[in-house]
Nanobody
Framework: QVQLVESGGGLAQPGGSLTLSCAGS????????MAWYRQTPGNERELISS???????YYVDAVKGRFTISRDDAKNTVYLQMNNLEYDDTGVYSC???????WGQGTRVTVSS
């Protein structure tokens, strides 16, 4: 069965860092544009970042210069390195195959002092 499993979320202080991972099984992630979305209560999911099979990247303006999306196709994993975290980065982060619509269950990130 196709699964995407996110990990790496947790509690971080403002200015801190977290690395999120999205591990695929039953699917070769290297064939897909992958994306990270964030959802907070009362809001729809927001596209945060994406990466193409050729490693072209996109970032929403709010995270430019702070977040880095990457992929390790040999490990069938996509990452989101989050640096200089801000309160507004709080939310549940989910990864997806951008065009095909497979989703993980999400990992929660809380930025709090």
């Amino acid at each position: 069965q196709v699964q995407l499993v996110e990990s790496g979320g947790g509690l971080a202080q403002p200015g801190g860092s977290l690395t999120l991972s999205c591990a695929g099984s039953g699917i070769k992630l290297g064939s897909y544009t992958m994306a990270w979305y964030r959802q907070t209560p009362g809001n729809e999911r927001e596209l945060i970042s994406s990466i193409t099979p050729g490693s072209g990247t996109y970032y929403v303006d709010a995270v430019k210069g702070r977040f880095t999306i990457s992929r390790d196709d040999a490990k069938n994993t996509v990452y989101l390195q989050m640096n200089n975290l801000e309160y507004d980065d709080t939310g549940v982060y989910s990864c997806t195959t951008y065009h095909s619509g497979w989703w993980g269950q999400g990992t929660r990130v809380t930025v709090s002092s």
